[in-house]
Structure formats: structure tokens, C-alpha cells
């Protein structure tokens, strides 16, 4: 199975343009730039894609290692928030820190624990990459 996204850019770093687009058209033309990615223009960004990404890869990673421990969920709602900092005279995603509040009535606790580390570990986006992945997760 193969996904694909495009991206166009026109003109400088800073004074560019540029659109991301993905094959399915959930994104089309959809705009970014300098001031959305460093200086928290409104608009998307390379991060924020990433970390729409993550949260919806854990989530659905989380509800089949739940599944396969005998558990559903009556809701996941996960949050990631991705740190791209300055590394070696250049950027780097460094880190995504998963939140999420998974709501199961009557719970094995234990077998929800390793459920989340199962998928904080196995999902795809996770080994995708190559940042400090930390969670935090509440059973209610």
C-alpha cells in the first residue's frame, strides 16, 4: 500500500510560497509558509501534518492492541504535539509527545498499560520517526 502527497514551493525561504496537496484531496492547494512553520502564522505546517499523523496512527494502533486484549473503547482522543528545534546548525524533529485519554468501562488497567506502550512503540508513524516519542496516557 502506497500514499502520496505533493508539495509545490515558489521563491525564497522567508518571502516564499508554498501548497501540499495529497492524493485523495483531503489536501488541495492547501497553503504554507515561513510565518506558519516559526512564527505562529495561522496556516499548516511540515510539524503540524506530522503530528496530525501521529495521533491518528496511536489511535488506531491503540484500538487494535485493545481489541486484541479483549477490550473496545467507547473513545480515544490523543493529542501529539511534535518540538522541531535547532540541531547542529540545521532543524530537526526532535521529539512528539503523545496524550491520550482512552475511555473503557470496567478496564484491565494492566492490560491497558501495555496495550499503550504496544502502540506508542508499534505504530507505524512512531518507527517512521526518528525522535524521542513520550506518552502520556489516562484510562477513565
Known amino acids: 500500500m502506497k500514499r502520496s502527497a505533493s508539495a509545490v514551493w515558489k521563491g525564497g525561504l522567508q518571502d516564499g510560497k508554498g501548497t501540499v496537496s495529497t492524493d485523495s484531496g483531503v489536501l488541495a492547494g492547501t497553503p504554507y509558509n515561513f510565518k506558519m512553520r516559526f512564527e505562529n ?3 499548516t505546517n ?3 501534518l506530522v503530528a496530525a499523523a501521529h495521533t491518528a496512527c496511536f489511535s488506531m ?3 487494535l492492541f485493545l481489541g486484541q486484549a479483549g477490550m473496545t473503547a467507547d473513545s480515544i482522543e490523543t493529542r501529539a504535539t511534535v518540538s522541531l528545534d535547532q540541531v547542529d546548525g540545521g ?3 526532535t521529539a512528539s509527545h503523545l496524550q491520550t485519554l482512552v475511555r473503557i468501562p470496567n478496564a484491565d488497567k494492566a492490560a491497558f498499560d501495555k496495550a499503550v ?3 506508542k512503540t508499534g505504530c507505524p508513524i512512531s518507527k517512521l520517526l526518528n525522535a524521542t516519542i513520550t506518552l502520556d496516557a489516562t484510562l477513565i
Do not use: H, Y
Request: proline content about 7%; glycine content about 6%; aromatic content about 6%.
Open 41 to 43: 502564522e495561522k496556516g
Open 46 to 48: 511540515p510539524e503540524e
Open 61 to 63: 494502533a491503540l484500538s
Open 91 to 93: 532543524f530537526a524533529v
Open 117 to 119: 506502550e504496544t502502540a
